[in-house]
């Protein structure tokens, strides 16, 4: 199984200053056949179902917030809110889908 | 509106059977891959399993293969989850979700889930 792991476990940002989150994975999840990664972001509110931020490491859902992004390749991924906001306190997992079982990362909470 | 609702969540003893439901409306349930994936208290995501749109594919995750079956009825616009031989770390809050253009990868959209107490 492809093991991903999260870092920070938690972070603190004050209001409209950058929050990045790692994820790295156990082995690479880019599929040369066709250049792409195979990652996807999801935030998690208080009490509430997971949401797809983020595929394809890179491409934001719709109707996700211009100030969300994902980059990076192979084993190395980043999501990064550019300015954050109040309602954006939350848990963030990443997740790869390269290969069967689909695996999350343990998560990172990002507070104000 | 997309709507998702689980049922069929409850306190079991181990070793017993249960079954979970997933109603949807609001989209093209024909157009979709389901999932189920779990939550365990104060934990993060596991995936647990996977159906095409026509059940042509079913994926599971080792911790529930030969336990779990999932199915759906395109006609009735549902998923279910038939859980046998429960353990207590099955306990989790169970989360139908949905994968955009029949696409098996990742979850485009979710419900909010029916809680599985295994306990005896």
């Known amino acids: 199984d492809i093991a991903m792991t999260q870092s920070p476990d938690s972070l603190a940002v004050s209001l409209g200053e950058r929050a990045t989150i790692n994820c790295k994975s156990s082995q690479s999840v880019l599929f040369r056949s066709n250049d792409k990664n195979y990652l996807a972001w999801y935030q998690q509110k208080s009490g509430q179902p997971p949401k797809l931020l983020i595929y394809?490491?890179?491409t934001r859902e719709s109707g996700v917030p211009g100030r969300f992004s994902g980059s990076g390749s192979g084993t190395d991924f980043s999501l990064t809110i550019s300015s954050l906001q109040a309602e954006d306190v939350a848990i963030y997992y990443c997740?790869?889908?390269?290969?069967?079982?689909?695996?999350f990362g343990q998560g990172t909470k990002v507070e104000i | 509106e997309v709507q998702l609702v689980e049922s069929g969540g409850d306190l079991v003893q181990p070793g017993r059977s249960l079954r979970l439901s997933c109603a949807t409306s609001?989209?093209?349930?024909?157009?979709?891959?389901m999932h189920w994936v779990r939550q365990a208290p104060g934990k993060g995501l596991e995936w647990v399993s996977s159906?095409?749109?026509?059940?042509?594919?079913?994926g599971y995750a080792d911790s529930v293969k030969g336990r779990f079956s999932i199915s759906r009825d395109n006609a009735k616009n549902s998923l279910y989850l038939q859980m046998n031989s429960l353990r207590p770390e099955d306990t989790a809050l169970y989360y139908c979700?949905?994968?955009?253009?029949?696409?098996?990868?990742?979850?485009?959209?979710w419900g909010r889930g029916t809680l599985v107490n295994v306990s005896s």
């Open positions: 979700a949905g994968g955009r253009n029949q696409q098996l990868y990742f979850f485009n959209i």
């Open positions: 609001g989209f093209t349930f024909t157009r979709y891959a």
């Open positions: 997740q790869q889908y390269y290969s069967s079982p689909w695996t």
């Open positions: 394809w490491a890179s």
């Open positions: 159906v095409d749109w026509n059940s042509g594919y079913m």
